[in-house]
């Protein structure tokens, strides 16, 4: 065996999962926000723009392409601690000026709670 595979699992903020990502990038796409968050967390545009060419020749949805990115975020992001992670996802939703999600981010952080379609208030 190797060391890798003796190492526990990294234990990540429940905010953070794939599938909390999916339900913000939901979220997101349903504010009409899908594709303009992503740039907000840094994600080089030109990156965008190749996953949404591609995305598109593949006939996936926004919502996918979206998730698609933010997943790509986590990656680019690995290294960093969860906390700041956390804030740069905050931090993006403020700046867009939406506020709630925003809170709900934090919220399900500090209660150590995964991000799901019904966490969101209602627009």
């Not at 723009?49 to 995305?55: A, D, E, N």
């Not at 867009?96 to 991000?115: F, K, P, S």
Request: charged share 35%; with cysteine.
């Amino acid at each position: 065996m190797t060391e890798k595979e003796d190492a526990p699992a990294k234990n990540e903020a429940a905010v953070l999962s794939d599938q909390s990502l999916k339900a913000l990038a939901k979220e997101m796409v349903n504010q009409n926000k899908g594709l303009v968050y992503p740039m907000y967390l840094n994600i080089p545009t030109t990156q965008v723009v190749r996953m949404r060419l591609t995305g598109t020749e593949k006939e996936n949805s926004e919502e996918d392409m979206c998730t698609a990115l933010l997943l790509y975020w986590k990656k680019m992001r690995e290294t960093a601690r969860d906390k700041d992670k956390v804030l740069d996802l905050e931090r993006a939703c403020r700046q867009m000026g939406e506020l709630d999600i925003a809170d709900t981010i934090t919220d399900r952080h500090n209660n150590n709670m995964e991000l799901s379609e019904d966490c969101f208030p209602a627009a």
